[in-house]
């Protein structure tokens, strides 16, 4: 329907859900109620969709939907918002259907499953497994985001996941702070982690794990203690962000409140990439340089794992044996005589001009 608005065949005001901007405000329609996913029609796949193109490495890379919704109690996210605290799982039948759409019309051997938590009711991502099994792709791959909790608690099912294909994790790690998990609503899962993280280890999977800083008592050696974790569970990658107030969350209405957010409304830098929020300790410029400095030192340069190397033989060729060398030897020419100081301005140089997409300036 929003496409035929903006062609003029429809009003944006009678969307339900919808938000969009009219003259210096903006205006929230009414919340739909939730489709019957069992009724949906598969999606269209072709050079009209915004994802055509999408690749992981050399190959193209498709994205399917199991389930929509979340019932955790994670405090900074906003997924509660899109479909309430609800949890809503489409047909098997349905999710095989797409499945073969992609392999077999699509000739697409990777798909990254776009579900918020895929793996909250276990015996459904068990079964499903079972069926994707039994039709015997050759060199399918999926890429899916989990919990550390459900994953740590059920082998089983990482065994069949593994076996069905499944090359890569995320796990929302987040922090190894008992008190910085409770104010996140995650719980203590520290050592949930770990065993989840071992767990994917020992079918093969690869694990990206997920990490916050910036939480309202953070201060230097926090977000050290922080990295030193994440290299102690040897997870094969990371993707470390910076604790974002997203809108409508309890964690952006607890950060208001305690005059933590630095930047309430330019949307363009909630991204997890810039820090939008200071701590009880560190200005939002010094957590912003902290996590960058420290992953540096404490991280030191990515070495890829055995899993790492054998899904990408050429890619971590490349990086091992050229592009790391060569780094090495220019970012450590810009350290002698820049300094860490001038190194990271030319970080936030690049980090500033990849924030800006040229290719929307027409919209």
């Known amino acids: 329907r929003l496409i035929n608005a903006l062609g003029g065949n429809d009003r944006l005001e009678d969307i339900p859900s919808l938000s969009f901007k009219k003259g210096a405000g903006f205006i929230h329609n009414p919340r739909g109620e939730l489709l019957d996913l069992s009724k949906l029609k598969l999606p269209i796949r072709d050079k009209r969709r915004l994802t055509w193109g999408y690749h992981i490495m050399s190959g193209h890379v ?12 994670c405090n900074f996210c906003s997924m509660n918002h899109m479909y309430g605290r609800t949890f809503r799982p489409f047909p098997q039948e349905r999710i095989l259907a ?11 051997r990777w798909i990254f499953v776009a579900d918020d938590n895929l793996v909250l009711e276990p015996a459904r991502v068990t079964a499903l497994c079972d069926a994707i099994i039994a039709r015997k792709f050759r060199n399918l791959n999926f890429v899916a985001q989990c919990d550390c ?5 059920n082998e089983e099912m990482v065994r069949k996941m593994a076996q069905a294909g499944f090359k890569t994790i995320f796990l929302g ?15 203590d899962i520290v050592e949930a982690s770990r065993k989840a993280v ?4 020992k079918y093969g999977i690869m694990v990206v794990a997920g990490m916050i800083f910036g939480f309202p008592d953070d201060d230097e050696e926090d977000i050290i203690e922080n990295y030193r974790f994440l290299k102690s569970i040897e997870a094969d990658t990371s993707y470390c962000q910076i604790l974002t107030p997203y809108p409508k969350t309890a964690m952006r209405q607890y950060l208001l409140d305690e005059g933590l957010v630095t930047n309430p409304d330019d949307y363009t830098r909630y991204n997890g990439m810039w820090a939008n929020v200071k701590t009880r300790h560190l200005s939002s410029e010094q957590l912003q340089y902290l996590v960058w400095y420290h992953q540096q030192k404490v991280m030191g340069w990515w070495e890829p794992s055995e899993r790492v190397r054998a899904r990408g033989p050429l890619w971590t060729g490349i990086w ?6 060569f780094l090495k030897i220019y970012l450590g020419r810009l350290l002698r005589k820049y300094g860490w100081i001038g190194r990271y301005e030319m970080h936030l140089k690049g980090r500033r001009a990849a924030n800006i997409f040229r290719d929307l300036d027409h919209v």
């Open 173 to 187: 790690i987040e922090n190894v702070s008992k008190k910085n998990l409770k104010a996140a609503g995650k719980g």
């Open 198 to 201: 071992a767990i994917c280890h």
């Open 62 to 73: 498709e994205v399917i939907e199991t389930s929509r919704g979340c019932t955790r109690a």
């Open 98 to 108: 797409d499945i073969e759409d992609i392999y077999f019309k699509r000739k697409t």
């Open 149 to 153: 909790i459900t994953m740590s608690r």
């Open 320 to 325: 091992i044996y050229a592009f790391r060398p």
